[in-house]
């Protein structure tokens, strides 16, 4: 269940302005999506500001480090959609240039043909497609027709030939199996991972390698022909997941070669190669048992570096940099005496270091790893660099903070120091005021120190009172580090006068192992007593009610809420829970990751044998609705299948027939997020509306 900050942004930015369907073809006599004017008079955050910021992702260094490529999403309310335009300036920051115009959100953008052309991916004739326009964004065409479209390409080095991933069919429905049924639309499943967060299994990703001349795609080989895997992995997978050799004579790929219940029960990926001329392929991490993904061959060739947890089935354990000579011998771990996950990296031009990005104490920053297991930590400040590339000397990144949405920063690899060349948010920003987040270390229950985050409102002043929110993270295995969110957005909350307090309790990666592994089996025990902690801490405070508190939280921060529901002792005013799970009895059968629900919550709950288990159901929720005595909003999607709606509308049912006052708002077209524009507009009124009406 858990997933990066940065997966999650770049998951929402392309469910906002990803490329068309042949049926979702955008209609072009509606106004282009751009930038929004919008005044914000009174200088504070509100549902309309926040969904009229720029959302900034995907930067990319031309290959002579001069100019930057990266794309920004804009939204219009009023569509209720989003459109993504590609924008590129100097690495100095001068002459940025818009060089799309368009409604089709042109999305896996790359300099080709020496930095003299880009190719994307676009769906303005239909299906997404593989484009090219010159780097002025003329002489747009399109390279490639693949039935059914494209969803990633990735060029080789010499730009002769393209890996690109597409959907091939997978499942058979009722109408398959019974050609007399045209019209019959059930689904026949007679085995597990049969679904995603919000989408059932019926096609699965194969990677494709095809020719290209310069002006056409040719038609493409499936590597993976008559295998029944998915590669990338759903549901996040992507072009991070391939690397060419430096020759092009080779093809890395990630995949867990599993099917129905071994898949769901497994996290166990591999790296393996793919050679063109012998159309042969081998795996080079066979015998590591967690996930091993992302795999990057070193410019000279000589090395293959990737990511790679220890233990099959727990998705959250220490994400390391392995790294092996270029056909997959001599591993080793580059990360073993750095207590902190890697989530990303890039190779030095000259193959000796490796950059990477990684979270310590709840910040994230970009990092320089030896290969003897030298690190040096390049930037600092109280920010999360969420993306990055290099190219020689030079770097860029997008950099954001609890302050300040996602924009691109040129990086000087030596000093650290970062100079904004992007401002796409700029003329939002210089009209707020905005609060401010400070960390604070707060003792635990078992005398351990907790970083915690508070936010106060802008205009702060420390003689008034005023009401608190306790926010719960979701994961549980994520980081409360400086994101900026579009839904649980810290701002819009200051900027209603309330005091945040964001606690990195038990469980959180960027502390160490030992920290973040504490929660495991543990579910109600210790991460509850450091929520309990920090709002204790905060509510001494002079400048806080401690009559007019309230907790908030999705995900697993919804299961933390429903739980603090029945424990709370009345600490707590009022209660919002998105997308919690409220019956863990019913999670462990309703999610499709099952390797997930066997790690976190111990095993099944039938296992009466299991102590670690049966400890984990006898914290549900639900277990506890006796003690329920507070106002509560719960919200949910009906696509998400991770967490199933019907948790929420037993935490609301529950909390009706209780006689507490409750509210439910749910969403039938959204999954375990909120991506629509006016959805998300709607979740801020009511999600203010109910507090306001029990805190204020």
């Known amino acids: 269940m858990n997933k990066s900050i940065g997966t999650i942004i770049m998951a929402t930015s392309v469910l906002l302005g990803g490329c068309t369907s042949e049926k979702e073809k955008p209609e072009t006599t509606a106004p282009l999506i751009g930038r929004a004017e919008i005044n914000v008079p009174d200088g504070r955050m509100n549902p309309e500001v926040l969904y009229s910021m720029a959302r900034v992702s995907d930067v990319k260094l031309s290959p002579d480090g001069t100019k930057v490529l990266y794309g920004v999403t804009f939204i219009s309310i009023e569509q209720n959609k989003g459109n993504r335009e590609l924008f590129v300036v100097n690495t100095d920051g001068s002459n940025k240039k818009q060089i799309t115009h368009t409604p089709y959100s042109e999305q896996n953008a790359v300099w080709i043909n020496g930095g003299k052309e880009i190719a994307f991916l676009s769906g303005e004739e239909g299906s997404s497609q593989i484009w090219i326009m010159d780097a002025e964004g003329n002489n747009r065409r399109r390279v490639s027709n693949h039935e059914g479209g494209i969803n990633g390409f990735l060029f080789s080095p010499d730009e002769s030939k393209v890996l690109f991933y597409a959907d091939i069919k997978y499942s058979k429905r009722a109408s398959d199996l019974y050609p007399d049924l045209p019209k019959a639309t059930g689904r026949v499943v007679d085995d597990l991972m049969y679904k995603h967060w919000d989408e059932w299994v019926e096609t699965i990703p194969h990677p494709f390698i095809a020719s290209f001349d310069g002006k056409t795609v040719g038609e493409g080989l499936d590597i993976m022909a008559g295998e029944p895997y998915e590669c990338p992995m759903k549901p996040f997978g992507g072009v991070d997941d391939f690397s060419w050799s430096p020759d092009g004579s080779r093809l890395a790929y990630t995949c867990r070669k599993k099917t129905g219940l071994e898949y769901s029960v497994s996290t166990n990926s591999d790296i393996y190669i793919y050679d063109l001329e012998k159309k042969s392929t081998y795996n080079i991490t066979e015998g590591m048992m967690g996930y091993d993904t992302h795999p990057q061959f070193s410019p000279d060739g000589t090395y293959i570096a990737w990511l790679s947890q220890e233990r099959d089935?727990?998705?959250?354990?220490?994400?390391?940099?392995?790294?092996?000579?270029?056909?997959?011998?001599?591993?080793?771990?580059?990360?073993?005496?750095?207590?902190?996950?890697?989530?990303?990296?890039?190779?030095?031009?000259?193959?000796?270091?490796?950059?990477?990005?990684?979270?310590?104490?709840?910040?994230?920053?970009?990092?320089?790893?030896?290969?003897?297991?030298?690190?040096?930590?390049?930037?600092?400040?109280?920010?999360?660099?969420?993306?990055?590339?290099?190219?020689?000397?030079?770097?860029?990144?997008?950099?954001?903070?609890?302050?300040?949405?996602?924009?691109?920063?040129?990086?000087?690899?030596?000093?650290?120091?970062a100079t904004e060349i992007s401002f796409e948010n700029k003329a939002i920003m210089d009209q707020m005021k905005i609060g401010k987040s400070v960390p604070r270390w707060i003792k635990t229950t078992d005398g351990k120190e907790m970083l915690t985050w508070v936010i106060y409102p802008p205009d702060f002043d420390p003689n008034k009172k005023y009401p608190a929110l306790l926010y719960c993270q979701g994961g549980p295995q994520s980081t409360v580090s400086q994101y900026w969110s579009f839904r649980w957005n810290f701002q819009i909350m200051a900027a209603n006068d309330y005091i945040i307090v964001a606690p990195n309790r038990r469980g959180l990666p960027g502390f160490g192992q030992e920290w973040l592994e504490q929660i495991s089996g543990d579910y109600g025990g210790q991460n509850m007593k450091d929520y309990f902690s920090a709002i204790d801490a905060l509510s001494k405070e002079p400048y806080v009610d401690e009559n007019r508190l309230g907790a908030v939280g999705a995900s697993y921060g919804g299961f933390s809420v429903y739980w603090l529901a029945g424990h709370h002792q009345k600490r707590f005013k009022a209660f919002v829970a998105h997308a919690g799970i409220f019956n863990l009895e019913q999670q462990y059968l309703e999610t499709e990751e099952m390797w997930f629900a066997n790690w976190d919550m111990g095993g099944a709950y039938w296992d009466k044998s299991n102590a670690v288990a049966q400890k984990t159901f006898a914290n549900s929720p639900h277990l506890f609705v006796d003690k329920w005595d507070t106002p509560i909003l719960v919200t949910h999607g009906e696509l998400d299948y991770r967490i199933l709606a019907s948790q929420g509308m037993s935490a609301f049912n529950a909390a009706k027939l209780k006689g507490i006052p409750a509210e439910m708002l749910v969403y039938p077209d959204e999954n375990h997020w909120i991506a629509q524009p006016q959805n998300g507009v709607l979740f801020q009124r009511v999600f203010f509306n109910w507090l306001d009406r029990w805190l204020k």
């Open 313 to 417: 089935g727990y998705e959250a354990d220490k994400m390391r940099l392995f790294v092996a000579s270029a056909w997959g011998e001599k591993k080793g771990d580059l990360t073993s005496d750095f207590d902190y996950n890697v989530d990303a990296f890039q190779w030095s031009d000259d193959s000796k270091s490796i950059y990477a990005i990684s979270c310590k104490e709840a910040v994230t920053h970009i990092w320089e790893i030896g290969l003897r297991k030298q690190i040096r930590q390049i930037t600092t400040g109280q920010y999360d660099y969420v993306d990055m590339d290099a190219v020689g000397d030079k770097m860029v990144a997008i950099r954001q903070s609890m302050e300040s949405p996602s924009e691109v920063f040129a990086i000087n690899t030596t000093t650290g120091e």
